[in-house]
């Protein structure tokens, strides 16, 4: 996932939970509420401002050893703060749900979750991508009127 944070000054400040170290992990589970990491990924894509906050935290930890999770605070969230998929977590979600289409030998599951990918999407040509890679590009297509 890539968090990002549009700071004071406009700039926005990305990271990605693949940058992060095991410690880094461990201490955001920590944080969080002794949270297990796969837990913490499914509220990193639900948009909770907890774990988007705790990753952010976890990396200006790096620069500030002794900054307390309780202390550290951003400002206007709800405008400003943001979780998106990545490219493996999204060939990662289409290679399950795949395996499981070809089992029923339907595309519908692929077809139901692409929305949710493109607006999860950090870089939209990703979901296109990705199905591509799959073998399913002919479901990049989005119909008329559903651009947005």
């Known amino acids: 996932m890539i968090i990002t944070y549009v700071q004071d000054d406009g700039t926005e400040l990305q990271v990605s939970t693949d940058d992060l170290s095991a410690i880094e992990s461990a201490h955001i ?3 969080v509420g002794d949270v297990p990491w796969r837990a913490i990924e499914d509220r990193l894509r639900a948009q909770d401002p907890t774990c988007m906050r705790a990753v952010l935290w976890a990396v200006r930890r790096r620069e500030q050893k002794d900054l307390k999770f309780n202390e550290f605070d951003l400002p206007g969230w709800r405008r400003r703060l943001k979780a ?3 490219r493996a977590e999204m060939d990662e979600v289409l290679s399950n749900i795949l395996a499981e289409a070809l089992a029923k030998g339907e595309d519908s599951a692929i077809d139901a979750m692409i929305p949710h990918m493109r607006k999860l999407a950090h ?3 990703d979901v296109t991508a990705a199905l591509e890679a799959v073998g399913k590009g002919h479901l990049a297509r989005a119909p008329k009127g559903s651009e947005g």
Do not use: I
Request: proline share 0%; charged share 65%.
């Open 84 to 86: 998106r998929l990545e």
């Open 29 to 31: 589970e920590e944080a």
């Open 123 to 125: 870089n939209r040509d």
